[in-house]
């Protein structure tokens, strides 16, 4: 019932964008820490990004260090969608990236409840 679906992966070359969506269904997410992760074969799932709150808060955004100022979070709570703007990708973000909500503030994946399939970014030199 409750499903969360990522789209918008691809291949792209040393530089180049990507937009990667998360839609919602099932229950509205608005008032979740919506966040992205990726993995890649052998390693474990690793933080992006997040928008949450905190203490009541607006919405904030969090980065991992390796994306900051290149990757933005963005939601659209009408639509039950959100969302993660890539921009001047590198070889090393080639990984699947999997959107995810959490009741909690958390950057940790296993407090994130429900999880996408995941879509895979490939970057190319």
């Known amino acids: 019932q409750v499903q969360l679906v990522e789209s918008g992966g691809g291949l792209v070359q040393a530089g180049g964008s990507l937009k990667l969506s998360c839609a919602a269904s099932?229950?509205?997410?608005?008032?979740?820490?919506m966040g992205w992760f990726r993995q890649t074969p052998g390693k474990e799932r690793e933080f992006v990004a997040v928008?949450?709150?905190?203490?009541?808060?607006?919405?904030?955004?969090y980065y991992a260090d390796s994306v900051k100022g290149r990757f933005t979070i963005s939601r659209n709570i009408a639509q039950n969608t959100f969302y993660l703007q890539m921009n001047s990708l590198k070889p090393e973000d080639t990984a699947i990236y999997y959107c995810a909500a959490s009741r909690r503030d958390s950057r940790r994946p296993n407090d994130f409840n429900y999880w996408g399939q995941g879509t895979q970014v490939t970057v190319s030199s």
């Open positions: 099932g229950r509205t997410f608005s008032s979740y820490t």
């Open positions: 928008h949450t709150w905190n203490d009541g808060q607006p919405y904030y955004a």
